[in-house]
């Protein structure tokens, strides 16, 4: 006779796996209908690719469950703020226009363009390297992460996203981040020399 405390687990795992497997399944589709949207953008991005870049914050919050995304631009040796999804307050938004991010370790954006690769810091104010305590009074986040956009093997700019609670980004929304890096990147592959400076005063505005 079977045992029913084996049968009860083994439903159990039946229907935890379906589970995964449908929001696997959902997660999938979403992701697709921000690859077209994207990809429908980068038809435009001639005319102006600050289209592309404002679809790809919005679907990398949107996927990611940011409550912002930001686009940063290389501007010399400093990180100038371009775009932003998600409501900042204004008070951040002026600051960083005096007090900008610094290629260096204490910023997750920071941390992504020295060492090209994607950083997550899951708590700022657990973290002993982070020295952008200033941002964090202003705007209130807790965990970061942030990508480097890199176009030709030279660095353009970094993606950023935040959460004001204290909750990681898992693997899947690092990949996710990562892809739209590449996206965003594309966008600002285009003969019009004036872009890059177009796009650093046109998104931080809005």
Sequence with gaps: MADPSEHSSRTTR??????????????????????????????RAVANPGDV???????AARLCGAQVAQLYLLEGDVFVLSRVSGEIPEEYRKYLLDHPVVRNRSSAVGRAA???????????????????????????????????????????GVLSMWR????????RERELLEEFAVQGAIALRQPRPDARARLQGEGAGK
């Design 53 to 59: 870049l404002d679809t790809v914050l919005e679907e």
């Design 164 to 171: 004001t609670d204290v909750k990681p980004f898992d693997a």
């Design 114 to 156: 020295e060492d090209m690769r994607t950083h997550q810091i899951p708590d700022v104010l657990n973290d002993a390297e982070y020295g952008r305590k200033d941002l964090q009074q202003r705007a209130g986040f807790r965990t970061m992460l942030a990508t480097p956009m890199i176009l030709q093997d030279e660095l353009v």
């Design 14 to 43: 039946v229907t935890r796996d379906s589970s995964r497997q449908h929001q696997e399944l959902k997660d999938a589709r979403h992701q697709s209908a921000a690859s077209r949207k994207i990809l429908a953008a980068l038809g």
